[in-house]
């Protein structure tokens, strides 16, 4: 279960610049792909030479890929506040830190002897995929319900 968590975690971490595209935010798209480019290439280098864990590397890998996670949950959520206008962003954001509580508390509760670090990541990435499903879900019963022309 939490390889298909990671693997969607990083598909929507790749298409969320499309949702900033989407909603006419090209400077935050722009952005989002320069760190996810970065993300990849830092994440290459780690894996090619095995750099341990405390290698500057290793830990702008990391910095960058909770920097993705939270550019994929910031652009889903803009997503989702042009599609949803009356809604606020304060509500939507709200919604977000619930997912992200949430998620936390499943994954410390599952397990409580790894590092802090680890667990929140995980809550992170469980977080991103059960937002951005969600957000994608809503998109898809708004079009559902929209009038056939």
């Not at 002897?113 to 469980?126: A, D, P, T």
């Amino acid at each position: 279960m939490s390889n298909l968590l990671v693997n969607l975690a990083l598909f929507y971490m790749l298409v969320s610049p499309v949702f900033a595209y989407r909603v006419g935010r090209k400077r935050v798209a722009r952005l989002n792909m320069i760190t996810l480019l970065f993300y990849i290439v830092s994440w290459g280098f780690v894996l090619v030479t095995g750099t341990p864990s405390d290698h500057p590397v290793s830990i702008l890998w990391g910095i960058l890929l909770f920097l993705n996670l939270f550019l994929t949950v910031m652009t889903t959520t803009m997503f989702l506040y042009e599609r949803l206008p009356n809604r606020s962003l304060l509500h939507i954001g709200a919604m977000a830190i619930i997912f992200f509580l949430g998620s936390l508390l499943v994954t410390f509760s599952l397990d409580s002897r790894e590092v802090l670090g680890e667990n929140v990541l995980q809550g992170s990435m469980m977080t991103v995929v059960l937002f951005v499903t969600s957000v994608i879900w809503i998109r898809l019963r708004q079009i559902d319900r929209q009038p056939d022309m």
